[in-house]
């Protein structure tokens, strides 16, 4: 019996887990997701694949959904420069 609780909880935290470091495409509301939201930043001038800039914004969308549709809620590019 201890055995099996244990597999099963081994299995909900690996199940847990694996949620929080998803972030399924059907959650993203329209404009938020990875692809659009890097789009749009590589359409700006002066963004290079290696720069700070870029390498940081490539974290910090890939990893939290709110951070996405804050971006695409503020509108222009250049509001969301400043």
Not at 12 to 23: F, G, H, N, Q
Not at 32 to 44: A, F
Not at 56 to 71: G, H, I, P, Q
Request: glycine share 4%; with cysteine.
């Amino acid at each position: 019996m201890g055995a099996q609780l244990f597999t099963c909880l081994d299995r909900l935290v690996e199940s847990v887990s694996m949620a929080k470091r998803s972030t399924p495409t059907s959650r993203d509301k329209k404009g938020c997701s990875i692809e659009e939201v890097m789009e749009e930043l590589h359409s700006i001038d002066g963004v290079n694949f290696d720069d700070a800039l870029h390498i940081f914004a490539t974290y910090f969308f890939f990893y939290v959904r709110s951070k996405r549709e804050m971006w695409a809620t503020i509108g222009s590019i250049d509001r969301k420069l400043s």
